[in-house]
């Protein structure tokens, strides 16, 4: 797999909250295999303000809801998968670590799929360490046996 960024398609009408938003994607094959995240999308801010030409930007305050949302493009997409999932990381302060949520699963059917976030739901509960954790990991183990300073465990999952 080698995967390319999400890219922004383009601006649509929507109700996201104000902030800063960054796009990922992951594929998933038929027998739920997931692959590991895509690279980091641009960033792309929502205001709740009007933008009357390229030199007037406005932000908003936290927690009010924009008039903005986002047409997501994946392109080059392995066939290899049946489906690929978008996912939108929000950040509304400075210095916090982003929500995350599911924006969709679109099934493979080309080699580009498109996406629309238009608002915020599907929130991933453990946000960030979801994304960033590979699901292989060894939180749930046993160890088998210690010998010379080294552990060997086994994933129970």
Known sequence: MNPSQATLASTLSGSLPVGVYQYTYKYISENGGESTFAPLSNMYHVSDQA??????????????????????????????????????????????????????????????SNFQHTNWNNEVENGLEEILIESNTFDVCKDIAIKDNILFAANLR
């Open 51 to 112: 933008f009357g030409n390229s030199t007037l930007y406005a932000g908003g305050p936290k927690g009010n809801i924009g008039t903005q949302g986002f047409q997501i493009d994946v392109k080059d997409i392995d066939q290899n998968f049946a489906y690929v999932e978008l996912y939108a990381l929000f950040y509304e302060d400075n210095n916090a670590p982003p929500r995350v949520a599911v924006v969709a699963r679109n099934q493979i059917s080309g080699l580009s």
